[in-house]
């Protein structure tokens, strides 16, 4: 099982960058072991898959909405994912959600886990 907090969320004007970052507390060996997610969750809205990494960092896929401007990375030595998001735009705006999942999914009942998300609000 993997614990994670997430952070790096914050306040950016649209057209600029931002850096999420997700802290796993587990062994090397069994962090490097999950697949990591990023997912998100507006107001009245179902939690999205954003983005996907595999366990060693090889293998990403992302949400069309946001393919072309986010990119998911991970250090395995550090036990932490990162989801570096530029050119933002006001539908971005959510709350972003880390998690661990031993599957290759982009559903988010697939994982469990969750840390407590970490906001981010662009405004135009």
């Known amino acids: 099982q993997v614990q994670v907090v997430e952070s790096g969320g914050g306040l950016v004007q649209a057209g600029g960058s931002l850096r999420l970052s997700c802290a796993a507390s587990?062994?090397?060996?069994?962090?490097?072991?999950?697949?990591m997610g990023w997912f998100r969750q507006a107001p009245g809205k179902e939690r999205e898959f954003v983005a996907i990494?595999?366990?060693?960092?090889?293998?990403?896929d992302y949400a069309g909405s946001v393919k072309g401007r986010f990119t998911i990375s991970r250090d395995n030595a550090k036990n932490t994912v990162y989801l570096q998001m530029n050119s933002l735009k006001p539908e971005d705006t959510a709350v972003y959600y880390c998690?661990?999942?031993?599957?290759?999914?982009?559903?988010?009942?697939?994982?469990?886990?969750w840390g407590q998300g970490t906001q981010v609000t662009v405004f135009s």
């Open positions: 587990a062994s090397r060996r069994t962090f490097s072991s999950y697949a």
């Open positions: 990494i595999s366990g060693g960092g090889g293998t990403t």
């Open positions: 998690a661990a999942a031993l599957v290759w999914a982009k559903h988010a009942g697939a994982y469990d886990n």
